[in-house]
Each structure stands twice: as C-alpha cells, then as structure tokens.
C-alpha cells in the first residue's frame, strides 16, 4: 500500500502556543487529504477534508479558525492547531487519498500525539 | 450515513481463523464496505473493501451476504500481530462530495498464544 508520513510523531506544548503537524504522501499524489482526532479509548473523528489548492471542509464542530489546514500541493497537507489548550491534546491522524470515484482506498499517517500543558 | 454494527469484542487462538462480523442493515446500492484495522497507538491500516461479490487479499477475506446486509471479515490463520480493533465502514462512490469515512467503535481482537 501507500506509504503516508506525519511529522512531528509526538509534540509537547504549552498553553497558548500554536502547534504544526505536517502529513505527506510519500509515494503518490493524492486528491484529497483527510485529518482525524482521536482521544483515548475512543474511535476516530473526522475533522476536515481537504483538496490540494482549496479550502478545506470541516465538519460540523471543529472550529476552523483553531484548526488551520494548509494543503499546498498533492503531497502535503499541515494541520496548525492555534492556541492550543490542554483540551486539545489528542492523537492527530491525517489520511491521504487518490480520489477516482469509485471505492478508492484511504491511506493513514502513524499519527502524531499532542499534549498540551 | 449507513451506519455498522460490530461486537465490542472477540478473541481468538494464535493460528487459527478468525470471523469478524459486520452488520449493516441500512446499507445502500452504492456503498462500498471497507474494512480498515488499528493497531495501539498507531494510524488505522487498509484491510480489504468491496461491493457485492467476495474479495480476497493478502491480508483477509471479505465475505458478502446476498443482501448485502452484513458482512464478514476473515483472518484465515490469527497471528499475535493481528490483534488489533477492527473497523468495518460503509462509503459511498469516493467521486461524490459526501464521501467520507466515518469511524464506528469497531471490534477489538484479542488473540491469544
């Protein structure tokens, strides 16, 4: 399968501080990317989605201005969590795909693990 | 969105097959299955989709009913790496503007020595 990265893997921060995470399509280009938070024990949520030189779609209830997604070409995609507060600190997940139409598959970063203090 | 029911649970014995059930009662002409895996603390890993017939890969098998209205993954030989929780999605076509996929509880594997 594909290969997706994300950078950093983990990160500390304190309160107030802004926060980038990027993700990369190592070995394809993709359409569309897709970012994902995820708290302890429970299942994924999906956050937005975005196309290379477009603005991104959030879902209902992620506020866009705290979550600021850059995707400036068809390999990267950054997620900048802006003043970040202890609530914050999740596992961050961003999925990269080559959208057809049709059953195209997602592919997902390792994650990157966010604490805010 | 088609929603997917999967036990919280199941375990199995290292070698052995595996089942993994998926319901999806509310399923639509177009929606595909999906079936993606994640290990601890780690992004989720594609397993295996498809539409109607049965689908075999290297890493499983996916069993369709007629109907479509569950589904079964199939783990032919369970090794410790295979445990895992396993989610079991439903998506339409990816070339329309409500394509996502969106996430259950899904079924964690326990699978024992």
């Known amino acids: 399968g594909a290969v997706v990265s994300q950078h950093p893997s983990w990160v500390i921060c304190k309160s107030g501080t802004s926060v980038k995470i990027e993700c990369r399509s190592l070995d394809f280009q993709a359409t569309t990317m897709f970012w994902y938070r995820q708290f302890p024990k429970q299942s994924l949520m999906l956050m937005a989605t975005s196309n290379e030189g477009s603005k991104a779609t959030y879902e209902q209830g992620v506020e866009k201005d705290k979550f600021l997604i850059n995707h400036a070409s068809l390999t990267l995609s950054t997620l900048t969590v802006t003043s970040a507060h202890p609530e914050d600190s999740s596992f961050y997940i961003c999925?990269?795909?080559?959208?057809?139409?049709?059953?195209?598959?997602?592919?997902f970063g390792p994650g990157t693990r966010l604490t805010v203090l | 969105d088609a929603k997917t029911t999967q036990p919280n649970s199941m375990e199995s014995n290292e070698e052995e097959p595996v089942h993994l059930p998926c319901n999806h009662s509310t399923i639509s002409g177009t929606d595909y299955i999906h079936w993606y895996r994640q290990l601890p603390s780690q992004g989720p890993e594609y397993v295996i989709h498809g539409l109607t017939s049965n689908v075999n890969n290297r890493m499983a098998s996916l069993a369709i009913a007629e109907d479509r209205k569950s589904s079964t993954l199939i783990l032919h030989r369970a090794t410790l790496r295979d445990a895992a929780v396993y989610y079991c999605i439903l998506s339409p076509s990816s070339g329309g503007s409500n394509y996502k996929l969106t996430f259950g509880k899904g079924t964690l594997l326990t699978v024992n020595p």
């Open positions: 999925s990269a795909a080559k959208l057809r139409g049709g059953s195209d598959t997602q592919y």
